[in-house]
């Protein structure tokens, strides 16, 4: 029988939290570089109006008979890193999307296009282009799942704040599914 000696114990466990404070150190001097705060980042939302994608069959055009499938961003969530001195925030987003399709298709894979926008004062400052690829199995009709963006870069103007920018996300859409979403009334919160 293995007995434990309690001062081993205390020993170790003194030695433990003086090795773990002085992680907190470290993370105090480069949280004044680098600044994981929400309260720092840029706001991340779903344009509304662009928020859902009916893909048609080209066979058919826009008509509701024509609907592959239907991808819906429901979520996003945003984390930054703000690097003061060089007055840039690194947003990496995450995007929650749901896609649905008719009963009884074969396995399918599809590319969605989609944009992330930086925006100030309504302006937009960047614009980038994005690929969803999305896996329906053999007979589902729906699936959902997520996407993430491992890097935007937002420069920050020396005189404003990383969270006066915002991050606009959506669906690139054609102006037939604009046109589908708008009677449909798919186009609005």
């Known amino acids: 029988m293995r007995h434990t000696n309690p001062a081993r114990i205390a020993a ?14 470290y993370d105090a001097a480069t949280s004044y570089l680098f600044s994981n705060d929400a ?5 991340a939302v779903i344009l ?10 080209p066979a058919k055009g826009a008509d509701p008979s024509g609907v592959i499938y239907t991808a819906r961003m429901t979520d ?29 298709g074969e396995a399918a894979k599809f590319r969605v ?3 992330v926008a930086v925006t100030n004062e309504g302006v937009i400052a960047d ?9 329906f199995q053999k007979g589902a009709t ?14 920050v103007d020396k005189a404003k704040k990383p969270y006066e920018y915002h991050l606009i996300v959506g669906f690139q859409l054609t102006k037939a599914q604009i046109d589908y979403n708008k009677k449909m009334g798919q186009d609005a919160p």
């Not at 003194?14 to 150190?25: P, Q, V, Y």
């Open 113 to 115: 296009p989609y944009f």
């Open 39 to 43: 309260l720092q980042c840029p706001d």
């Open 48 to 57: 509304a109006n662009t928020a859902v994608l009916p893909a048609f069959d």
């Open 12 to 25: 170790a466990s003194a030695f433990a939290l003086s090795i773990l404070s002085g992680c907190s150190t």
């Open 127 to 135: 614009k980038q282009n994005f690929w969803l690829n999305m896996e």
């Open 76 to 104: 996003v969530s945003t984390r930054c890193d703000y690097a003061k001195r060089e007055f840039t925030a690194d947003a990496r987003l995450v995007i929650s999307y749901t896609a649905t399709r008719p009963p009884g």
């Open 142 to 155: 729906s699936i959902s799942g997520s996407e993430a963006v491992d890097s935007v870069i937002v420069k």
